[in-house]
């Protein structure tokens, strides 16, 4: 073999261990970003599923005639933004996902006003339908913190894959960009305050 043939068989070596790498960081990533998008898809649907429960909410307090209409109003409202925000799974950058958990929170606060409220109704509070409502609110905020949480996992696992040298010299290359986090709401970082009266 010719001396001449060392260097070339090298560099080839080089450019076929830098090409094999960047296709394994590839199918590594892409299989991130399709847990990301699975899991957004369980929080899309832990919401939506309030968002349904919520409207059925909404009749049967609408069935107490006397019942505060401003409260029911946000309650409605509420709803209606924030079922009208959708985000696409490439989308879920820190922003979007901020602008999403924004409306998400306020018709959380409308509907916890609302449950609130109803207590002053013991009529509305009796009827089984209420009730079985009121137990399965709670089971959904429960699923939802628990999506988030799972969510928040697994944008963390992506978001340091491509962040880390040396992913992050192709991150860019291949297009993948830094998926957003759920929040607290502000002011959880405050105790609540309990006053009895």
Sequence with gaps: MKRSLIPLLVIGGLIALIFFWAIGFQRSVTGLNEGVAEQWANVENAYQLRADKTKNLVEIVKGAADFEKTTLTEVIEARAKATSIQLNVDDLTPEKIAQF?????????????????????????????????????EGMENRIGVERRKFNEVARTYNTRIKQLPGSLLAGFFGFTEKGYFKAQEGTENAPDISFK
């Design 101 to 137: 958990q924004e409306a998400q929170d306020k018709l959380g606060g409308a509907l916890s006003r609302l449950l609130v409220a109803v207590e002053q109704y013991p009529n509305l509070k009796a009827t089984d339908a209420f009730r079985d409502l009121q137990a399965q609110y």
